[in-house]
T-cell receptor
């Protein structure tokens, strides 16, 4: 089944404790992206990747890192999480470009205390 | 600046009634336009998209949207709403290769 998977689905952590949210897709998509969803703000892009080893900042990249060492995986790293990063995070992928149909993962709800 | 606006934060309709969700965009040129639906606890699913051509676009689940260049709008419609349509709906636009900009979303409630 074609899908985007994210782990963990729920995470509660404390300020400053490094964490990684994994994202994997099995559709051989070139483009992958991370979004955060906050009430009243919709989804905002954090980082995106056009292909292996090619990443770039989205609209809200501060406090986040990403890497793309394999085509299927695009982990999101929070090296020193803060409470303002409490949010619902979505990973998405598309075949080639950002304006192709994007397939979304189920989301990761992160709480930073 | 590029932006997508969904003026209605919350809409309630009765089951069987018609539905229209509004979306306006602000871009330098006509962007690619999308409507996504998010059911509770789920990720986003594409309902339909507009790239060019016919301004009335058909999507899944009986939804359609009309692109109006003069009004910079891309409103989503459904002639008869079902209880299972209760969800949050996002309009999105892309003007380039990399960035998808979302509106704030409209939460739809359906009364039986």
């Amino acid at each position: 089944e074609a899908q985007v998977t994210q782990n963990p689905r729920y995470l509660i952590t404390v300020t400053g404790k490094k964490l990684t949210v994994t994202c994997s897709q099995n559709m051989n998509h070139e483009y992958m992206s991370w979004y955060r969803q906050d009430p009243g703000l919709g989804l905002r892009q954090i980082y995106y990747s056009m292909n292996v080893e090619v990443t770039d900042k989205g609209d809200v990249p501060e406090g986040y890192k990403v890497s793309r060492k394999e085509k299927r995986n695009f982990p999101l790293i929070l090296e020193s999480p803060s409470p303002n990063q409490t949010s619902l995070y979505f990973c998405a992928s598309s075949f080639h470009r950002g304006q192709d149909e994007q397939y979304f993962g189920p989301g990761t709800r992160l709480t930073v205390t | 600046a590029q932006s997508v606006t969904q003026p209605d934060i919350h809409i309630t309709v009765s089951e069987g009634a018609s539905l229209e969700l509004r979306c306006n965009y602000s871009y330098g040129a006509t962007p690619y336009l999308f409507w996504y639906v998010q059911s509770p606890g789920q990720g986003l699913q594409l309902l339909l998209k507009y790239f060019s051509g016919d301004t009335l676009v058909q999507g899944i689940k009986g939804f359609e949207a009309e692109f109006k260049r003069s009004q910079s709008s891309f409103n989503l419609r459904k002639p008869s709403v079902h209880w299972s349509d209760a969800a949050e709906y996002f309009c999105a636009a892309s003007g380039g290769y990399n960035k998808l900009i979302f509106g704030a979303g409209t939460r739809l409630a359906v009364h039986p």
